[in-house]
């Protein structure tokens, strides 16, 4: 191989690296940084945060979002299992698209995924 042409190549994977390595650091600093949506109480505060609810405000408020989340869940308990069926679905779609070893993360996220809610029912 020519000079140019090894040059050339440690450049291109210099820069892949570079690149690799600032998009994680990204994904990592902000990206799981950020509450997930699936978190209520994380979403709750920075609503509460940016609002400036004092603390009476804020404990009215929860009450209210209780509320609605206790209502929304009696509504939606009869399709509870016909959506899970269809999440369960799709989680083996997808499984059936990965390499083993995007199967291992992929599981793993789940794992966290599950975990986080049940911390969240807490």
Known sequence: MSRTKSLALAFYLGAALAGAAIGISIDRLVVRA???WWDQMAMRK???DRLGLSP????????IYDDRNHRQDSILAPLRPALDSV???ARQRIAKLLTPQQQAIYDQMQRERQQALRQEKK
């Open 87 to 89: 999440s369960s679905e």
């Open 56 to 63: 009476a405000q804020r404990d009215s408020a929860s009450r």
């Open 34 to 36: 950020q509450p997930a």
């Open 46 to 48: 920075r609503v509460f």
